[in-house]
């Protein structure tokens, strides 16, 4: 046993070092319990082998980041739930979104959503750029505040710092053209 765990910590050692072999022994050796592990969560077969492809996938792009001394298998499972729940949280705002967009059809308004969208753009386009982009990257596209945050390099309370911001902002705009029922929206 100590010496698999010599062996694991050994090759990991050298994944960290940027070895591609190395990476192939893991992903050989681990792919299958990954798969496993997501098919006991009834996963459909299609979406198992994505968050494989994307777990190991971060993996390599942060290989630095990993301590050998630690068990692999669970800081992949960690990486694999994760992203599931990335996935997961990224479908209920979609739709929640698409709800918003379906009951602003539905609503008989004088201001038809073409407009209400370009009135959101215009607005978008006041805000300072990285605000707006922090804002899009979060609301419009749906990734999480950690993940915008690796994305722009930047802390994750300055990310939630300017989502709030602009909400704020946004909000305020609408209130005052009269779109009292967008609020939720933005919330």
Avoid: C
């Avoid at 792919?31 to 979406?47: H, K, M, N, R, V």
């Amino acid at each position: 046993m100590e010496q698999s765990l010599q062996q694991e910590r050994a090759i990991v050692t050298r994944l960290i070092a940027g070895d591609e072999n190395a990476f192939l022994i893991l992903f050989k050796k681990y792919s299958p319990i990954l798969s496993s592990f997501l098919s006991g969560l009834q996963l459909p077969t299609e979406d198992v082998h994505d968050v494989i492809q994307q777990s190991f996938l971060k993996i390599w792009e942060q290989k630095e980041r990993i301590n050998p001394d630690t068990s692999f298998k669970n800081y992949l499972i960690t990486i694999a739930k994760n992203d599931i729940y990335n996935k997961i949280k990224h479908q209920v705002i979609r739709r929640k979104h698409q709800e918003h967009i379906t009951y602003l059809q539905d609503k008989e308004t004088t201001t038809d959503s073409n407009e209400l969208t370009e009135i959101l753009y215009k607005i978008l386009n006041n805000l300072p750029e990285k605000r707006r982009e922090v804002y899009e990257l979060s609301r419009i596209k749906g990734y999480s505040n950690q993940e915008i945050s690796e994305k722009l390099g930047i802390s994750k309370s300055t990310v939630e710092n300017h989502i709030n911001n602009s909400s704020a902002y946004i909000k305020k705009i609408l209130k005052s053209l009269g779109f009292i029922f967008i609020y939720t929206l933005f919330h």
